[in-house]
């Protein structure tokens, strides 16, 4: 079955630090999500990505967060000076609006600043 | 803004027990998922809804677009099910919102 493959699954980072937080999506999805989940606390959206583009952020999704897809396939999340409170889960998520319609989930990348 | 709420927050039950838990949401649509998050983290989606109902297994979803009410019930629940349950809502923006989850516990 198809999968979203996330790396790393855990990274540990010095505050003030850059991030890069990388998604390998589902071949034929056209819609990419980032999502993070803090310890205890709900599943909270960051960034959905369409057509090579950000189609809509939240709140959350400042200045120092950015997305991109390098190379067409990959598509990453970069935190460019780390914070303590960014420490959380962050998943990455595809979608495609026909077929099965399934959200699909990577497994994740912890990430913990220090 | 959309938003999610689920109910209960909470929820231990007996192995076998019929479980139902709710997600309302305030906005139009284009899409309910429901999905389950085990104690490691991961999470998968169940089903996605637009309308009417839905079963896999022992699971079945339903949605109802005039309320913006969905629901999820498990029958023969078992020690396995135990997990957290998230609702989130596809709006028409792309943007995914997602309640806070519900915490299934089934007791052996």
């Known amino acids: 079955e198809p999968e979203v493959t996330q790396t790393p699954s855990h990274q540990v980072t010095q505050m003030g630090q850059e991030v890069i937080l990388r998604c390998v999506p589902i071949?034929?999805?056209?819609?990419f999500y980032w999502y993070r989940q803090i310890l205890g606390q709900k599943v909270e959206f960051l960034v959905s990505?369409?057509?090579?583009?950000?189609?809509?952020k939240s709140e959350i999704f400042d200045d120092q967060f950015s997305v991109e897809r390098p190379d067409g396939s990959n598509f990453t999340l970069k935190i460019r000076s780390t914070k303590l409170e960014d420490s959380a889960m962050y998943f990455c998520?595809?979608?495609?609006?026909?077929?099965?319609?399934?959200?699909?989930f990577g497994a994740g990348s912890r990430l913990t600043v220090l | 803004k959309n938003e999610v709420e689920q109910s209960p927050q909470n929820l231990t039950a007996q192995e076998g027990e019929f479980i139902t838990i709710n997600c309302s949401y305030s906005v139009g649509i284009s899409a309910l998922h429901w999905l389950q998050q085990h104690p490691g983290g991961g999470i998968v989606s169940l089903f996605m809804?637009?309308?009417g109902k839905k079963k896999h297994g022992r699971l079945i979803a339903t949605i109802n677009i005039q309320e913006k009410h969905s629901s999820l019930h498990i029958t023969a629940s078992h020690p396995r099910d135990s997990a957290v349950y998230i609702c989130a809502v596809a709006g028409r923006d792309d943007k995914i919102i997602f309640g806070k989850g519900t915490r299934l516990h089934i007791l052996p």
């Open positions: 990505f369409y057509n090579n583009e950000i189609s809509e």
């Open positions: 998520a595809t979608w495609w609006t026909s077929g099965a319609n399934v959200l699909t």
């Open positions: 071949s034929n999805h056209l819609y």
């Open positions: 809804l637009s309308s």
